[in-house]
């Protein structure tokens, strides 16, 4: 047993406090795996995290992030073994369970799926659970037997995360991709991405009519709220929008008369408790759909030292497309 460096947050009396230590492995929490993680990412919610915005971390102290990617050092799961590289996202990982900002994790063998072969560890991390993510929210649009020839298909929040990803998959993919966003002066950034369209923010941000005029087959909504209302609102019959992100808020300020009188479809799409066979089939489907040079161009690469910068960053939405971390 040693120490390693984590970032860890504490609550004290006179609120969160966050900064680097020498962590002592003994103090990791139980598991079957000890890994020593190479990279990780930065997603919305690991900026709430590490800024205390939303009590995202459930008991202190706490290593946050939700997302990692390394090489099993010691296991007594019976599909993994020393060396091997492992992804692991969300499953409490930086809320309930000690988490990625740190060079080891001890975590459940279940929790784990192999690095998909066509991925670097990188690579992997610039995908992360906001990628994942996208990809569960297509395969739950195509479960519902959505396909391009329906409509365009929109996406909110298409500048962040989530959104990038989502945005390059539905294009790939074959679909209109109408990119909604609140900055506009990405738009060279989205139809780089795929984007056929650009759609500002305030576009979706007015009052909820029951019935919209019929824009789009389908969507992947990552801000919920008012423009989630709004989108559902201008669904096409029969379609349907895949809903995974709240940054606008909880509150769905929405009419029945779209669900109704349409048929269209909510889906919504947890990524975090998610059974390992979905997460195994989006992995797969990621390392054989995905643009990786598009995921390149989306993608920037930072220390673990800038994470606590980068996390005041992304809640103040000033972060483009997707940030890996380098753990080191």
């Known amino acids: 047993m040693g120490t390693f460096k984590a970032l860890v ?92 900002y740190a060079q080891k994790v001890r975590v459940k063998g279940d929790w784990l799926i192999p690095l998909p072969e066509g991925l670097t560890p990188q690579q992997s991390m610039a995908i992360g659970t906001a990628g994942y993510t996208a990809m569960l929210c297509l395969m739950a649009l195509e479960k519902h037997g959505l396909t391009p020839e329906r409509g365009p298909a929109i996406v909110t929040g298409a500048a962040g995360g989530v959104g990038s990803v989502a945005v390059a998959l539905l294009a790939q993919a074959g679909w209109h991709v109408i990119a909604a966003t609140g900055r506009p002066q990405e738009a060279a950034y989205l139809k780089s991405l795929g984007a056929a369209e650009i759609l500002e923010r305030s ?76 997460r195994i089939e989006a992995w797969n489907r990621l390392a054989q759909e995905l643009d990786l040079a598009k995921l390149a161009s989306m993608t920037s690469i930072i220390p673990l030292e800038e994470v606590m910068e980068a996390g005041s960053r992304i809640v103040a939405g000033q972060v483009k497309g997707r940030v890996v971390v380098e753990i080191g």
């Open 9 to 100: 947050i504490d609550k004290t009396d006179a609120g969160q406090t966050v900064g680097f230590r020498e962590f002592d492995e003994a103090d990791l929490m139980d598991g079957d795996v000890t890994i020593r993680v190479s990279h990780s990412t930065l997603n919305y919610k690991d900026g709430l995290a590490l800024t205390g915005k939303a009590p995202v971390v459930r008991r202190f102290p706490m290593i946050p992030g939700v997302d990692l990617v390394g090489t099993v050092e010691a296991s007594s799961h019976p599909e993994f073994k020393g060396g091997d590289a492992v992804i692991l996202n969300g499953w409490g990982l930086g809320e309930t369970h000690l988490g990625a």
């Open 203 to 278: 576009d979706l941000a007015g009052p909820v009519r029951p019935l919209g005029k019929e824009r789009w087959a389908a969507g992947i909504d990552t801000i919920g709220s008012v423009p989630l209302a709004n989108v559902i609102s201008m669904t096409r019959y029969g379609g349907a929008v895949a809903a995974c992100g709240l940054a606008a808020g909880m509150d769905l300020p929405a009419s029945v008369a779209p669900f109704i009188l349409r048929g269209v479809s909510l889906l919504g799409v947890d990524s975090v408790m998610a059974p390992r066979p979905l």
